[in-house]
């Protein structure tokens, strides 16, 4: 069982940035591959960014390649999510995830392939 809890969302301008970290719960945090997830209202849940366990291979979706960058610590079983460049249409809820892996896998984006979820942080991103 794992516990995710995000952090750092909130308010900020077009242009501007954001660090959003997870943490996680639990003493196996280096056997889960992370990712990003992010739904914005009336719109369905899409995939942001992932990484693999050990954290030697990364994935971003084309439309935050440049701008969003995800690393994690597991030595301090956190994941986090560098966002630069914001945009408007970034504005959305963050949600962290996690699956069990024992493989070094972190082309992950669809939703259903996650294992836990935690419940999400506010981004909004004004013009």
């Known amino acids: 069982q794992v516990q995710l809890v995000e952090s750092g969302g909130g308010l900020v301008q077009a242009g501007g940035s954001l660090r959003l970290s997870c943490a996680a719960s639990g003493r196996t945090f280096s056997r889960y591959a992370m990712g990003w997830f992010r739904q914005a209202p009336g719109k369905e849940r899409e995939f942001v960014a992932a990484i693999s366990a050990s954290g030697d291979n990364t994935d971003h979706a084309d439309s935050v390649k440049g701008r969003f960058k995800i690393s994690r610590d597991n030595a301090k079983n956190t994941v986090h999510l560098q966002m630069n460049s914001l945009k408007p249409e970034d504005t959305a809820v963050y949600y962290c995830?996690?699956?069990?892996?024992?493989?070094?896998?972190?082309?992950?984006?669809?939703?259903?392939?996650?294992?836990?979820w935690g419940q999400g942080t506010q981004v909004t991103v004004s013009s």
């Open positions: 995830a996690a699956k069990f892996t024992i493989t070094p896998m972190y082309r992950l984006p669809t939703s259903a392939e996650y294992d836990y």
